[in-house]
């Protein structure tokens, strides 16, 4: 009784709001919403940050929430979301925006798509949706520079690293010699360990990067077996300190990466 008195007031609340809601089953689209759209749209995330999206379990208020959406913005990964919005809200607008997120070219074409879709439900707010994008991808683009910059600074392209498949993109856009990747540790076995950690060995692995939403216990193994520095990162921003927003997720995984290279007693050369 008490959830459905819940749900009625947030109905009630949800309905009464002045600004279309936009529902993004990620805070990736969450931050990008709020970001570009400012004060003139009601975002609301679905999945909370520390969570695998294909994995989430959806509660009452999801359904309520996306009753409500006038814009629905979601990966693709999602496995429960062309089904239900076909019965809990048809009307809405859908955006699929599949692909990697997590650098800033695949980043910036996700705030793109993002502005365009808020532009086709407010376009008496288009110039202000413009604006706000052209101010963040201002900003990402500087960011981009200075972690280009670290990055060359402190030689990555000489670190060999194995990575979690989740961040093979972010660690490829860093500069990393990525020597192998893993899938989501449920898909692994010891068989799995042991061929990664001979084939490390043999690369003279000095990195293992993880995904912190995938879980993180089969990096740490194979970093120790290999003698590795052992680093998560995560695709999301919110769970780990100080990425409450894409652009800090950025700075924060980047940031964790150079500090773990500057651990090192030295970089190899080539």
């Not at 409500?68 to 809405?92: I, T």
């Not at 996700?110 to 413009?130: N, R």
């Not at 995984?253 to 970089?267: G, H, K, R, S, W």
């Amino acid at each position: 009784m008490r959830r459905l008195l819940t749900l009625a007031i947030l109905g009630i609340a949800l309905g009464a709001a002045a600004q279309p809601v936009v529902v993004a089953t990620s805070e990736v689209f969450g931050s990008l919403t709020r970001t570009i759209g400012g004060e003139e749209v009601l975002v609301i995330t679905i999945i909370p940050a520390g969570f695998c999206p294909a994995h989430y379990d959806l509660r009452p208020s999801d359904f309520l929430h996306l009753s409500q959406a006038k814009l629905v913005l979601y990966h693709g990964f999602e496995p429960w979301m062309d089904r239900l919005l076909a019965n809990v809200n048809p009307e809405a607008m859908v955006l699929k925006l599949g692909g990697p997120w997590n650098y800033p070219e695949a980043l910036a074409g996700k705030a793109k798509a993002v502005a365009e879709a808020l532009s086709k439900i407010l376009p008496e707010k288009a110039e202000i949706f413009e604006q706000n994008l052209t101010s963040f991808l201002s900003a990402l683009e500087a960011l981009s520079q200075e972690i280009q910059n670290k990055a060359q600074e402190l030689g990555l392209s000489t670190v060999p690293t194995i990575v979690m498949a989740w961040q093979e993109s972010f660690a490829r856009w860093l500069g990393l010699n990525v020597v192998a990747t893993y899938p989501p540790e449920e898909r692994l076995s010891v068989k799995d360990l042991v061929a990664l950690a001979e084939k490390g060995r043999e690369s003279g692995v000095k990195l293992v990067i993880d995904n912190l939403q995938s879980g993180a216990s089969f990096g740490g193994r194979l970093a120790h077996a290999i003698g590795a520095v052992h680093v998560v990162l995560t695709n999301f921003p919110g769970p780990i300190p100080g990425t409450v927003d894409m652009l800090t997720m950025l700075r924060v995984n980047a940031d964790l990466v150079f500090a773990a290279v500057e651990t090192m007693e030295a970089v190899p050369t080539p």
